[in-house]
């Protein structure tokens, strides 16, 4: 094969590829559905009513300002508004550590199950990095259950008020993509 016919067959199959790629990313509407939920969550970290628990910690971990190597366990309620007595639509479980040295960063693998009417007994799961001295945050949505099934996507977080050092209320805005028909 000679250099010209080789450039007109890389031409070809880059051309090939870009038209495959676009009709396959205009057509992604019409097999997926875009689902926003925004809630709150009433972390409770001190008290009798403490959703939030210390279950382990480093050796290390007291000569850090981060809490570096702080593992808890959370069982969190959701709700419908910022006021701890609104509407419950769910509750958070999982686990959080603080996982970074220089600054209060966590790395959180929890479940949102949800228990209000619209989505009742299905779950998103987090995976990733929550910088908390960051203004809004950012995490990754990685699978789902029930109404989201194969979802995937992100959530927002932001610190929405922070009533003393136990009780701190968080915004979550969550953006799934979730198959039609499943």
Same mark, same amino acid.
Do not use: K
């Given at each position: 094969? !000679?250099?010209?016919? /080789? ?12 038209? /495959? ?17 925004? &809630? ?9 009513? %403490?959703?939030?628990?210390?279950? %382990? ?6 000569? &850090? ?13 959701? /709700? ?16 959080? %550590? &603080? ?16 228990? !209000? ?29 029930? %109404? ?10 932001? /610190? ?5 050092? !136990? ?16």
């Amino acid at each position: 094969m !000679n250099s010209a016919t /080789t450039i007109l067959l890389y031409v070809f199959l880059a051309i090939l590829t870009i038209n /495959t790629y676009s009709v396959e990313c205009s057509s992604r509407s019409s097999y997926e559905t875009v689902r926003r939920i925004r &809630f709150y969550v009433q972390d409770i970290s001190g008290g009798n009513n %403490a959703t939030v628990w210390r279950v %382990a910690q480093s050796n290390i971990t007291n000569t &850090f300002a981060s809490s570096f190597g702080t593992i808890s366990v959370t069982d969190t309620l959701l /709700t419908a508004a910022p006021e701890l007595n609104s509407e419950v639509v769910g509750r958070i479980q999982g686990v959080v %550590a &603080f996982t970074e040295m220089n600054q209060t960063s966590i790395t959180v693998l929890v479940n949102l199950v949800f228990t !209000n009417e619209e989505y009742n007994g299905s779950t998103l799961t987090i995976v990733g990095r929550n910088a908390l001295n960051e203004d809004v945050r950012e995490v990754s949505v990685v699978a789902g259950t029930g %109404a989201f099934r194969l979802a995937r996507g992100y959530a927002l977080t932001r /610190t929405y008020a922070v009533h003393d050092q !136990n009780y701190t209320v968080n915004q979550f805005d969550v953006v799934v993509l979730v198959p039609r028909g499943i």
